[in-house]
Every structure is written in C-alpha cells, then in structure tokens.
C-alpha cells in the first residue's frame, strides 16, 4: 500500500507485504500461542478521554511499566472547556518544562 507520511511518498512493496503476510502468521500461529511473546498488560482506564490525564500522570510517575492504558469513549464525559491541554502535558513529560 502506498503511503505519504510527513510529506514523503513511499510506494508499495511486494517485498514488504509479503514478509508481513509471513511474519504475522508466524506471530499468530507459533510465538504468541507458544508463549514466546506476550502482548502488555492491558489496563482499562475510568472516565474515558477524561482519563487521559490520569494516564499521563501515571508515566510521568514512573508508574506504568509493560501495561496499555485503554479508554472507552463512550464513558467520556462533555464539558464545553477541556479538562486539560494534552499538548501541554507532552510537553512536561518529554522536555520537562
């Protein structure tokens, strides 16, 4: 499949497709089943989006280590202001400002 990310063409490649067909049946087939790799923890969030923050607090705490936070958007509440600026907490995480 083509693709254009931040403004570069990539053409498709049978060569790609073919080892991802080849790799994902692997995976599926012998490593996952076979316990030679396991997928993270999965860590349902409350609050939906709105748990966003929490979430961000967590890493930024240092305590979410192997675990995928998932939200459920349906439990989202709506606010006409944001609960927070998502932007603004990259921005502490990552460059500590």
Known sequence: ???????????????????????YKLLSEFLLPADVLKPNRVVRMSGGLNGVKDGFTRMMEHKISAEKLVYTISETRTSHRPLCSCSSLFMRFYFNK
């Open 1 to 23: 499949m083509e693709r254009v990310l931040f403004g570069k063409y990539f053409p498709a490649n049978p060569l790609d497709k073919e080892f991802a067909e080849k790799f």
